[in-house]
């Protein structure tokens, strides 16, 4: 599979956990991964009313600098919604290429507990695989222990495992296959 | 998803529509979107939705307005309304308007997603629920009442008008009319269809047997009474009693009756607690209870508690034109019973069925029709193959003279004993002539 992932880095996370969570991206959607610094104006995505930021309005910027060939992940580390949800993991444009994964509710800490550096990435791992999965078309899955099962509590996503169940991976390869040819 | 739910979004607000969507389409669900209540009515028009995001606060025509009109078009329709004020008179007002649920913005994903996925499992339920009560309806219908006569579409006109009571009902009627099965009509017709139907057949039970049965006994009541035992009016709490031959009760089982009918509470024999029960009353005799009244064993009181409204099933030999249509019935049941070809009858057999007298009315008809769906040889049943003959003992038994009577006896006699007239003097306890000389006066023929 030779299609591309870039991840925007919006957050404060340092090299080693980045690193880790582009390995476990790598791995389970076998794709290249690479890291780039972000140019999203994120501030300008704040809602005062809801002290939060707006996720489509970041996700418009996402697709204004996504290559065609490319998926591209903004990975921000502020609280994000949509405005009819009180918050959201993350948000992906559903068969196209830019998505927004927020790290803010994916931390122990946020929770008041104490943190968890392995977790943590482990979280942003399987939350950027599970948007990237809807980028390629995939819809929420109802294997409990695939990366695309739908998750709205953090426990959730602890639940399930990084990687795609086998439905959702022959889908995936057929799905990225199309892409592929779409693309060139 | 196989097939997948469809989802409308009815909101006023470009952005909750589209945010909501985008949120259900990644779970695979069919999503439709409305900005106002027309838009809304003309997609209900075009489309079946299973479920209905419905906002209350909407220009024109509000959310609530709106449910009512959807409701008009589909009733089975399941609405979530989605408010941005959070009070509980909205709520209220909703649910009380037939609402799922209601949920307020911004929305919690989880609530969203359990309540969505409650309401799939819901509306799951109902269609089951109706699915299975199709089933139960099909199950419990009764055979059907046949008749095309006059007396018996009456019978059917007045099964089918109380059926929708709850009125106390006597079905009158010879042995053999299908009492029962206008009783168990009623009740698969009633509101009650879905509880049972009991039967307590009260001729056939013993004065202290008919107590424990119809109201049950504690453990200890009496000797062998080892364990406690529901009673048949306990049993048939939400449905109906059918009290079979109520004119054969006797009268402290009438007292305890009436008791339970006027109180519909009763203790269960050597028992104080009080049990509450709502069933209806069907009841069938074919006794003359207005003269058991005059001779002082049937009590006043409960005749008239139970006489609330009658139906009479005319006797067979009272509505002749019933009796093909009733025995064609028959062939077709019994055939598919037996795993036989469908007979017919011979112009002679039904004539022969016709002109009988049928003493013991449908009952005895459907046993005539079954011996003889098992003795034919061949797919047209004939005269000879029904177990009487009809055109003599017509001929003489509808005259009701003593002679006739003789000459039905002596008929019998001789078929019995394959006409060995020894044997059938001697049974008869007449001599070997006097017999030749009735067989003579009879004009009786041996069957060749």
Redesign the interface.
Known sequence: MTSTITILNATTLSASPLRDILHEVEKNLRCSVSLQKHSLDIEKTFDTS?GQYYS?AILTQVMKRAPVSTKCVALVDVDV????????FG??Q?GGNATVVSTHRLCNQFYGMPADESLHVQRIAKEIIHELG?TYGL??CRNFECVMR?S??VEDIDLKKSSLCNECWQLFEILSLNNLKKNE | MNSPIALLIVDDENIVRDSLSKWFREDGYSVGTAENAVVALRQMQTQHWDIILLDIKMPGMDGIELQQKIKEIDATATIIFITAHASVDTAVQALKSGAFDYITKPIDPDHLSHLVLNAIKHRALQNENATLKEQISEFLNPDDIIGDSPQMKKVLELTQTVARTDTTVMIRGESGTGKELVARAIHCNSERKYFPIVTVNCGALPEGILESELFGHERGAFTGAQYRRKGKLELADGGTLFLDEVGNIDMKTQMDLLRVIETKQFTRVGGNNIIKVDFRIICATNKDLEKAIAEGTFREDLYYRLNVFTIIIPPLRERKSDIPILANFFVKKHARVMGKPVASFSAEAMDTLVQYDWRGNVRELENAVERAMVIKKNNVILADELPFQLSEHHQYFTSGSLAAMEREHIVSILKQNNWNISRSAEILQIDRVTLYNKIEKYELKRPS
């Not at chain 1, 919604?81 to 959201?88: A, E, N, Y």
Request: aromatic share 26%; net charge neutral.
């Open positions: 809801r489509t919604f949509i405005p009819v949800l009180s918050f959201v948000e992906a559903f809807h819809y929420h739908s709205t509590y």
